[in-house]
């Protein structure tokens, strides 16, 4: 099981370089890989790009990309061109997204969601393993006149979804290589979600899935504050049915309670506790919530389990 983090930066210095640097600590660290999220800001594929290229040692990875507002065509390119700056060691995360975020930002209705992620998928696939295309769908339409191939992009690339529901993860297991799912307590992993992404996988034919584990977590002695502040900054996932769907699989009510916080001891329990309901890796995030020092601590436990 490989072990990683999710690398955010919230301060007024240049993104890029301050990204490179965290990536570079946690290379240092031991950690194997480094994500980045996607939101209305940085491109998630250029920065896994950088990264990559300035710190060989780290595999990257974007977790995720909403597939509405995006193109296959587009995403491909920017997968591949990725995939080539770190002669291989890029990871595509795809997510559904959320109704919020794409009717109040791109101002697209926010319908059929497995759908478009099925076509979304179906296009992709012989986008990044061959550089062409010739899908026309009820939502999508992905042909390609001229070659889409990177030179220098290793093949496929390796394409994960932030799945969490019963029908996209069916939709994950037939056409993506795994999940990353997001606020899924080792419960819900178990019971839940590798059972329907595995089953779906063998019914196709597929290798078995990534499980890609993203957990909110910190090693902290100061515990209660520090919940107090994952309650604040996760609450936002509350309004969306899938996380408090997910939530509640995981035995949580809010969303900080399926946060790992403690000690070393207590986190590295944790970690054990994904392994054993079928996590091929985990990859922490918020590992900034307590401070600096606590991040530091963090990432040099993860290091060591890593290791």
Same mark, same amino acid.
């Given at each position: 099981?490989?072990?990683?983090?999710?690398?955010?930066?919230?301060?007024?210095?240049?993104?890029?370089?301050?990204?490179?640097?965290?990536?570079?600590?946690?290379?240092?660290?031991?950690?194997?890989?480094?994500?980045?999220?996607?939101?209305?800001?940085?491109?998630?594929?250029?920065?896994?790009?950088? @990264?990559?290229?300035?710190?060989?040692?780290?595999?990257?990875?974007?977790?995720?990309?909403?597939?509405?507002?995006?193109?296959?065509?587009?995403?491909?390119?920017?997968?591949?061109?990725?995939?080539? %700056?770190?002669?291989?060691?890029?990871?595509?995360?795809?997510?559904?997204?959320?109704?919020?975020?794409?009717?109040?930002?791109?101002?697209?209705?926010?319908?059929?969601?497995?759908?478009?992620?099925?076509?979304?998928?179906?296009?992709?696939? *012989?986008?990044?393993?061959?550089?062409?295309?010739?899908?026309?769908?009820?939502?999508?339409?992905?042909?390609?006149?001229?070659?889409?191939?990177?030179?220098?992009?290793?093949?496929?690339?390796?394409?994960?979804?932030?799945?969490?529901?019963?029908?996209?993860?069916?939709?994950?297991?037939?056409?993506?290589?795994?999940?990353? *799912?997001?606020?899924?307590?080792?419960?819900?992993?178990?019971?839940?979600? @590798?059972? %329907?992404?595995?089953?779906?996988?063998?019914?196709? /034919?597929?290798?078995? *899935?990534?499980?890609?584990?993203?957990?909110?977590?910190?090693?902290?002695?100061?515990?209660?504050?520090?919940?107090?502040?994952?309650?604040?900054?996760?609450?936002?996932?509350?309004?969306?049915?899938?996380?408090?769907?997910?939530?509640?699989?995981? /035995?949580?009510?809010?969303?900080?309670?399926?946060? @790992?916080?403690?000690?070393?001891?207590?986190?590295?329990?944790?970690?054990?506790?994904?392994?054993?309901?079928?996590?091929?890796?985990?990859?922490?995030?918020?590992?900034?919530?307590?401070?600096?020092?606590?991040?530091?601590?963090?990432?040099?436990?993860?290091?060591?389990?890593?290791?």
């Amino acid at each position: 099981m490989t072990i990683g983090v999710v690398l955010h930066t919230t301060g007024p210095e240049n993104q890029i370089d301050a990204t490179v640097r965290l990536a570079e600590q946690a290379a240092q660290a031991g950690l194997r890989s480094a994500w980045f999220g996607q939101t209305f800001g940085a491109d998630s594929p250029q920065l896994a790009a950088i @990264v990559g290229r300035e710190v060989p040692a780290l595999q990257v990875g974007t977790s995720a990309i909403p597939v509405f507002g995006r193109h296959p065509l587009i995403v491909s390119s920017q997968a591949q061109t990725a995939q080539a %700056a770190t002669h291989g060691r890029y990871h595509l995360g795809l997510a559904l997204g959320t109704k919020l975020l794409t009717e109040g930002g791109f101002g697209i209705p926010f319908e059929r969601p497995v759908a478009r992620l099925r076509e979304f998928l179906t296009a992709l696939r *012989p986008l990044t393993e061959t550089g062409t295309a010739d899908f026309r769908g009820e939502l999508l339409t992905a042909t390609t006149p001229i070659p889409a191939r990177v030179p220098g992009a290793e093949i496929p690339v390796p394409l994960l979804v932030a799945a969490m529901g019963p029908q996209a993860l069916r939709v994950t297991g037939e056409l993506a290589d795994g999940v990353l *799912p997001y606020l899924a307590g080792p419960r819900a992993l178990a019971e839940h979600i @590798v059972p %329907a992404v595995t089953a779906a996988a063998e019914a196709a /034919g597929r290798p078995a *899935p990534r499980i890609v584990a993203l957990v909110h977590g910190v090693v902290t002695d100061d515990v209660e504050s520090v919940r107090e502040k994952a309650t604040e900054q996760l609450a936002f996932y509350e309004q969306i049915p899938s996380y408090a769907r997910i939530v509640e699989l995981s /035995g949580g009510r809010r969303a900080a309670d399926v946060a @790992v916080i403690g000690d070393e001891k207590t986190v590295a329990a944790e970690v054990r506790r994904y392994r054993d309901a079928g996590a091929t890796e985990v990859v922490f995030s918020g590992t900034d919530l307590a401070g600096e020092a606590d991040r530091l601590r963090t990432w040099a436990l993860l290091g060591e389990l890593a290791n």
